[in-house]
Structures are given as C-alpha cells and as structure tokens.
C-alpha cells in the first residue's frame, strides 16, 4: 500500500547508512563518488540509497553535460541535490537520533 502523504514518506525510520548519505549531500557531496568519499561507504550501498532518496523525491538527479566527461575521459556522472523534503526528513531524522542519545553518522 502506497503511503498518502509526503510526511508518511518522509517519517519512514532511516538507517543509518541513509541519514550518512543525506549529510553528505546536504555538506555538498554532489555524486556518487563524492558520497562514497564523504561517508566511507562502499559503492554497493551507497547508489541504492540515492536510488531510493530519489523514488521518494528526498534529492533529484540530473546527469551532467556528455562534453564534460568526455574532455576528461571518464564515465559521466550523475549530480544529486537534496530536495526540501529532503532536507526536511533530514532534520527529523537528526533531531531523532540525537533524542535517543545516539552519535550521528559520521560523528564519534
């Protein structure tokens, strides 16, 4: 069953992987690698939360210009931005975290 509101989405529990990766995109990380840089985690989790953040419009994509990777001879990269509600549920998630008494991701 599909929630019926933004904040039902939004208020799903994230892990803390998740919350890693929306902090990393809120401090300016702005592609996947960046994130991986940002949060030390490992590529096999990383592009599935973008994945997912996306599907529930907390951060948008949009690929860059095919010219730019081709002058630098790499694969082109996919730029992520946190949305509002994405800025939002990353928020909520922090102010919970923190009311349990628990580190942020990231945090010692």
């Given at each position: ?12 529990a ?39 953040l ?39 998630a ?15």
């Amino acid at each position: 069953m599909a929630p019926s509101s933004s904040r039902e989405v939004r208020h799903r529990a994230m892990s803390a992987p998740t919350i890693a990766v929306l902090r990393a995109l809120a401090e300016g990380a702005t592609y996947g690698f960046d994130v991986m840089d940002a949060t030390a985690l490992p590529s096999g989790t990383v592009y599935p939360i973008l994945s997912r953040l996306e599907r529930r419009a907390l951060t948008r994509s949009r690929w860059e210009d095919p010219e730019a990777h081709r002058q630098e001879g790499r694969p082109a990269r996919k730029y992520y931005e946190l949305t509002e509600e994405g800025r939002a549920a990353l928020a909520e998630a922090m102010t919970e975290v923190r009311a349990l008494g628990r580190p942020l991701p990231g945090e010692a």
